[in-house]
């Protein structure tokens, strides 16, 4: 079920006896790492409470789409976009009927127009209303569509009938559900990544700092999340928004993204270091900010500590992967890096050239390990991103073999 794992999951919940089971469902998903939204009919809330499917699914359940107060939450266009996968289990012979001809006549059914997620249903009803031919036919008119249809299974119904009807069992529709997602390359690991430059403070109102913009950090905590990974961001002072679903503790100092990455190392698979993180930082901080004098003026500066090399000497090391910033000497420098900070890879990122580097939206980097060098030719960092974490994570694929 680690498919599941950070995927966001809209269960819609129609009338029927077997919405008692949807409850069991939705402890499913939750359990496999999902995070979940109930969207709950008239025809489901007389089957079962929205105060249990909310305290399951730990989010308030959806109920009304000319809902103000729920608008003003979550409106119904962003829940339909928000959702990775749309499950309506129980799914009534009504609520097929309604989605076979296209209707919008309340929350599920619009949500359903307007998402551009995979939509699956878990059919549940009487044999005889199952067998009929409008039910048939509005079935196939979904499955056309591309609409899954899970179920429904054979067997005793609660009204006394045996046949076809049933709503497959939580454990079956929790596997369908995952079986929609490819397993992601880093299903189930958990990575940190720094980001952005640190700023290192002179007096209250100047600091020593650098041109990241954060833009590489962030892609690569988007593609490693895109990848099934549970991602925490270390993050220097940057302009850019929390990507979603990531762990983002915003940081100033060299010293604190030392502290916060430390942190994390419990409960770590994978460190990237993508930060631009100053080597120095002044001596001593004035209290007060410094006054104009003299024509010239000094700032005793110390070390910093270096963080990848802290994390890679770690008792509890992660795989870890550095960056080498270098405007010559590219591969010696990078490889040097390599050796004296002790990592698994080191990606080499030449930050002379123009349109790429420092602040760019593009990049093109060269990933090195011990045995090699595998060039990464100039793209979106976001197209990079999704490269690198590939790369890394069959390195530390082999690595762990
Ligand atoms: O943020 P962007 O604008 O998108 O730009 C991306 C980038 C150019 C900042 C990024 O691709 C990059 O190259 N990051 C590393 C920048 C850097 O400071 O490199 P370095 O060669 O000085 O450091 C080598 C490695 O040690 C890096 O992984 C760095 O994070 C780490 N380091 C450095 C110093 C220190 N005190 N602690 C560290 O952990």
């Excluded at 077997?18 to 025809?43: D, I, N």
């Excluded at 909310?54 to 608008?71: C, M, Y």
């Excluded at 067998?131 to 429904?152: F, H, S, Y």
């Excluded at 596997?175 to 690991?189: D, M, Q």
């Amino acid at each position: 079920m680690e498919q599941l794992s950070n995927k966001r999951i809209l269960l819609g919940i129609t009338g029927g006896i077997a919405a008692y089971k949807s409850a069991e469902l939705c402890r499913q998903f939750k359990t496999a790492g999902a995070e979940v939204r109930v969207v709950l009919t008239p025809g489901g809330a007389e089957f079962i409470t929205p105060l249990t499917l909310q305290a399951l699914s730990g989010n308030p359940v959806h109920q009304q789409l000319l809902d103000p107060a729920a608008e003003a939450g979550m409106g119904h266009i962003e829940l339909a976009k928000w959702a990775d996968l749309v499950v309506i289990a129980p799914a009534s012979a009504d609520m097929i009927a309604r989605l076979a001809v296209g209707m919008g006549n309340d929350l599920l059914s619009t949500l359903c127009l307007a998402t551009e997620a995979p939509i699956a249903l878990a059919p549940a009803m009487n044999q005889a209303m199952w067998r009929d031919a409008r039910t048939q036919a509005n079935v196939a008119r979904l499955a056309e569509l591309g609409m899954k249809i899970w179920g429904p299974g054979v067997g005793d119904q609660a009204c006394g009938d045996s046949g076809p009807g049933r709503m497959l069992e939580p454990e079956q529709l929790a596997a369908e559900a995952a079986a929609c997602f490819a397993p992601g390359l880093l299903a189930g690991k958990r990575i940190t990544i720094t980001a952005g430059p640190t700023r290192e403070a002179i007096d209250p109102v100047r600091y020593i700092s650098n041109h990241s913009s954060g833009k590489m950090g962030y892609a690569l905590a988007e593609a490693a999340r895109e990848a099934g990974a549970e991602v925490t961001l270390v993050s220097g002072p940057v302009s850019l928004p929390a990507p979603a679903r990531v762990n983002r503790i915003a940081v100033n100092s060299a010293e604190e993204m030392l502290a916060a990455s430390l942190a994390t190392l419990d409960e770590c698979d994978i460190f990237v270091a993508a930060a631009a993180v100053a080597d120095y930082r002044p001596a001593e901080v004035a209290e007060q900010k410094i006054k104009k004098r003299d024509e010239q003026m000094q700032i005793a500066l110390v070390k910093n500590p270096d963080i990848i090399s802290t994390v890679a000497g770690h008792a509890r090391r992660p795989f870890c992967v550095g960056f080498a910033a270098e405007t010559e000497k590219l591969i010696e420098h990078a490889r040097g890096k390599l050796e004296r900070k002790q990592l698994d890879l080191v990606v080499a990122n030449d930050v002379s050239q123009p349109g790429i580097g420092f602040n760019s939206d593009d990049n093109a980097v060269t990933l090195i390990d011990k045995a090699g060098e595998t060039r990464l030719a100039q793209a979106s960092k976001t197209q990079l991103a999704r490269e690198l974490v590939a790369l890394i994570a069959r390195h530390y694929e082999n690595q762990a073999t």
